[in-house]
T-cell receptor, first 114, second 110 residues
Framework: DTAVSQTPKYLVTQMGNDKSIKCEQNLGHDTMYWYKQDSKKFLKIMFSYNNKELIINETVPNRFSPKSPDKAHLNLHINSLELGDSAVYFC?????????????FGPGTRLLVL | QKEVEQDPGPLSVPEGAIVSLNCTYSNSAFQYFMWYRQYSRKGPELLMYTYSSGNKEDGRFTAQVDKSSKYISLFIRDSQPSDSATYLCAMGVGDYKLSFGAGTTVTVRA
């Protein structure tokens, strides 16, 4: 049974399009995250939600809008996609907000913008 | 300068060798230190977690933290082909945001 799942796994799209990535966790965790991993494997946090509330919003363009309809879901909508948005996007969750809590990662969504 | 520096490798070793991975950091406030392992086309998974200076051992894995030098290490003894992965160090300071290193890609040759 998958703990953190993401859809789609692969996304190929044209510049300027709008796309969404969905994330669901069945671990009963309170906190969820979105990370971006670039081609050099560098993993950088984008957003963090705790109990559906936005906690962390790093310097991410406002073309990226997360939405958490409930504690188990955190979706990411991206408007006006750009070439530089090509990356792997990981969703993660942790039991609580505290930084030392283990984060459980999803399998990633590979986004390629042409 | 990045907050956490990690040599991206790649590192290739024969089976049975000791693998040594390192990260340095600039933020002396970091309190807890983690190592994540990421297999190809998978998400990272927590491997080791330490909260203070010193060594922590778990099977073939040893994590070492030297806060005075702002330096952490991960050692893998008797390395196996199944250890081939990217290893990411991560650290934080009492809030809810981890800072990750760039990851070191390791290949263990059979």
């Amino acid at each position: 049974d998958t703990a953190v799942s993401q859809t789609p796994k692969y996304l190929v799209t044209q510049m300027g399009n709008d796309k969404s990535i969905k994330c669901e966790q069945n671990l009963g965790h309170d906190t969820m995250y979105w990370y971006k991993q670039d081609s050099k494997k560098f993993l950088k946090i984008m957003f963090s939600y705790n109990n559906k509330e936005l906690i962390i919003n790093e310097t991410v363009p406002n073309r990226f809008s997360p939405k958490s309809p409930d504690k188990a879901h955190l979706n990411l909508h991206i408007n006006s996609l750009e070439l530089g948005d090509s990356a792997v996007y990981f969703c993660a969750s942790s039991l609580a907000l505290a930084g030392e809590e283990t984060q459980y990662f999803g399998p990633g969504t590979r986004l390629l913008v042409l | 300068q990045k907050e956490v520096e990690q040599d991206p490798g790649p590192l290739s070793v024969p089976e049975g060798a000791i693998v040594s991975l390192n990260c340095t950091y600039s933020n002396s406030a970091f309190q807890y230190f983690m190592w994540y392992r990421q297999y190809s086309r998978k998400g990272p998974e927590l491997l080791m977690y330490t909260y203070s200076s010193g060594n922590k051992e778990d099977g073939r894995f040893t994590a070492q933290v030297d806060k005075s030098s702002k330096y952490i290490s991960l050692f893998i003894r008797d390395s196996q082909p199944s250890d081939s992965a990217t290893y990411l160090c991560a650290m934080g300071v009492g809030d809810y945001k981890l800072s990750f290193g760039a990851g070191t890609t390791v290949t263990v040759r059979a």
